[in-house]
């Protein structure tokens, strides 16, 4: 795994400097082979009011006391505590305007993504990370590859923006192997963590899902499954239940320094925070069909291993 720094500088990027078509591609070849790519700075404007605003909200008890989510298509907050409406709309309007900026940055960096991507949720964590007591399968400081239970993605990808919005401290990370060596070492019986199923192979399975998929198409909110989603969510806890690889895995170690930002999918590259308080990010969901290296796609090297079909 390698950080790779975007070679336009911080500035040049905020006046609309694009990278060639084939740095662009480049980009996107190093994110899915599960590097991690940096800019030095923050590529757009942040107003100095709204990050003040952000980082003085108040920390135990008060509106911020866990991560905030934007819904990016319902322009929704959630998890947001407070009961000042004023305060509400503000960080409402900060993310809203964080997620389109950095939607216009990615379209840049990544032009071969563009418009082949779903945004999802943009959050705000504004918690100090280093021993935040939470449940074994939300700890975020044990090393994983992400899913989201209630949002399958059908084998398409989950590229995470972050930027560190603190003005004086770092956001350390860890990494381990990227997904292909982990799921080589722990998917299948000797593994630990059984292989997925492939579709069309078990009719209980698929009575199931066709089942929760007529739930939904009449409007109850069930979530439907492929084989590759349950899996990858197996896969999640799998790992953070797994003491011994989280004790005795090679480990890589991340600075993120203050006002910085870096892109990742994290899907494919293993990630735990270990410390640092206040940053910002955009989640995408890129199709997989948009994959420049579609054969490293996490799907796809699943789909190999089984040797059949693994999404619809
Ligand atoms: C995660 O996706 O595990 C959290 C990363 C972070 O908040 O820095
Ligand atoms: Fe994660």
Same mark, same amino acid.
């Given at each position: 795994?390698?950080?790779?720094?975007?070679?336009?500088?911080?500035?040049? #990027?905020?006046?609309?400097?694009?990278?060639?078509?084939?740095?662009?591609?480049?980009?996107?070849?190093?994110?899915?082979?599960?590097?991690?790519? $940096?800019?030095?700075? =923050? +590529?757009?404007? &942040? +107003?100095?009011?709204?990050?003040?605003?952000?980082?003085?909200?108040?920390?135990?008890?008060?509106?911020?006391?866990?991560?905030?989510?934007?819904?990016?298509?319902?322009?929704?907050?959630?998890?947001?505590?407070?009961?000042?409406? *004023?305060?509400?709309?503000?960080?409402?309007?900060?993310?809203?305007?964080?997620?389109?900026?950095?939607?216009?940055?990615?379209?840049?960096? #990544?032009?071969?993504?563009?418009?082949? %991507?779903?945004?999802?949720?943009?959050?705000?964590? @504004?918690?100090?990370?280093?021993?935040?007591?939470?449940? #074994?399968?939300?700890?975020?400081?044990?090393?994983?590859? /992400?899913?989201?239970?209630?949002? +399958?993605?059908?084998?398409?990808? &989950?590229?995470? $923006? $972050?930027?560190?919005?603190?003005?004086?401290? @770092?956001?350390?990370?860890?990494?381990?192997?990227?997904?292909?060596?982990?799921?080589?070492?722990?998917?299948?019986?000797?593994?630990?963590?059984?292989?997925?199923?492939?579709?069309?192979?078990?009719?209980?399975?698929?009575?199931?899902?066709? =089942?929760?998929?007529?739930?939904?198409?009449?409007?109850?909110?069930?979530?439907?499954?492929?084989?590759? /989603?349950?899996?990858?969510?197996?896969?999640?806890? $799998?790992?953070?239940?797994?003491?011994?690889?989280?004790?005795?895995?090679?480990?890589?170690? %991340?600075?993120? +320094?203050?006002?910085?930002? %870096?892109?990742?999918?994290?899907?494919?590259?293993?990630?735990? *925070?270990?410390?640092?308080?206040?940053?910002?990010?955009?989640?995408?969901?890129?199709?997989?069909?948009?994959?420049?290296?579609?054969?490293?796609?996490?799907?796809?090297?699943?789909?190999?291993?089984?040797?059949?079909?693994? *999404?619809?």
């Amino acid at each position: 795994m390698a950080l790779i720094t975007i070679e336009s500088s911080p500035e040049a #990027l905020k006046s609309g400097t694009r990278p060639s078509d084939a740095a662009a591609r480049d980009y996107c070849r190093h994110l899915e082979l599960g590097d991690i790519l $940096f800019i030095p700075g =923050i +590529p757009f404007d &942040i +107003p100095q009011d709204d990050l003040n605003f952000l980082l003085q909200q108040e920390q135990s008890g008060g509106a911020f006391h866990k991560n905030v989510a934007y819904r990016t298509n319902e322009d929704r907050l959630t998890g947001f505590a407070g009961d000042n409406a *004023v305060d509400a709309d503000r960080t409402r309007s900060i993310m809203r305007a964080y997620s389109q900026s950095a939607t216009k940055l990615l379209s840049m960096l #990544l032009a071969p993504y563009t418009e082949r %991507w779903k945004l999802d949720y943009a959050s705000y964590r @504004p918690l100090e990370e280093d021993g935040r007591d939470l449940s #074994l399968h939300k700890r975020n400081d044990l090393l994983h590859t /992400d899913a989201f239970p209630s949002r +399958p993605t059908n084998g398409d990808r &989950i590229l995470r $923006f $972050f930027t560190n919005i603190n003005p004086a401290v @770092p956001r350390k990370w860890m990494t381990t192997s990227p997904f292909d060596a982990l799921a080589q070492q722990f998917a299948g019986k000797a593994g630990g963590c059984a292989l997925p199923k492939p579709l069309g192979g078990f009719a209980l399975d698929n009575a199931v899902r066709g =089942i929760k998929q007529t739930f939904r198409s009449i409007g109850i909110p069930v979530t439907v499954r492929s084989p590759y /989603d349950d899996f990858m969510l197996r896969f999640h806890n $799998f790992l953070k239940e797994n003491g011994e690889f989280q004790k005795n895995c090679p480990k890589e170690y %991340w600075d993120f +320094p203050p006002n910085s930002c %870096w892109m990742v999918y994290t899907d494919m590259t293993s990630h735990a *925070v270990l410390s640092g308080q206040y940053a910002l990010e955009q989640t995408y969901i890129v199709s997989k069909d948009a994959m420049v290296t579609p054969e490293k796609a996490p799907v796809r090297i699943l789909e190999k291993m089984v040797g059949a079909p693994l *999404v619809s």
